[in-house]
Nanobody
Framework: VQLVESGGGLVQAGGSLRLSCAASGTIFGFSLNPMGWFRQAPGKQRELVATATSGGSTNYADSVKGRFTISRGNVKNTVYLQMNCLNPEDTAVYYC?????????WGQGTQVTVSS
């Protein structure tokens, strides 16, 4: 199983980006639950950004509340992250994450750079 992210890039402060993540390969019919996004800035530890369950529950880091919105797609094992009002502190590699039972899956990461 691979998680494939897309949508990163360079944006000016105050701008928006939308990240997408889709699972490829078989998980024997199971759904990734929850799915979410983490990020890692240079010299810092990877941190939780947001998670979403298939039942619609969401969780956000305090630093992104009110600016970022996570959503699960209609297609199985997809997740999106709408990022608004971006600031330079949001610059990081963003990783998609999903869980099946006690198995954790990670994407390869997509770079988000916010210029001031």
């Amino acid at each position: 199983v691979q998680l494939v992210e897309s949508g990163g890039g360079l944006v000016q402060a105050g701008g928006s980006l939308r990240l997408s993540c889709a699972a490829s390969g078989t998980i024997f019919g199971f759904s990734l639950n929850p799915m979410g996004w983490f990020r890692q800035a240079p010299g810092k530890q990877r941190e939780l950004v947001a998670t979403a369950t298939s039942g619609g529950s969401t969780n956000y880091a305090d630093s992104v509340k009110g600016r970022f919105t996570i959503s699960r797609g209609n297609v199985k094992n997809t997740v999106y992250l709408q990022m608004n009002c971006l600031n330079p502190e949001d610059t990081a590699v963003y990783y998609c994450h999903g869980v099946v039972g006690n198995l954790h899956y990670w994407g390869q990461g997509t770079q988000v750079t916010v210029s001031s």
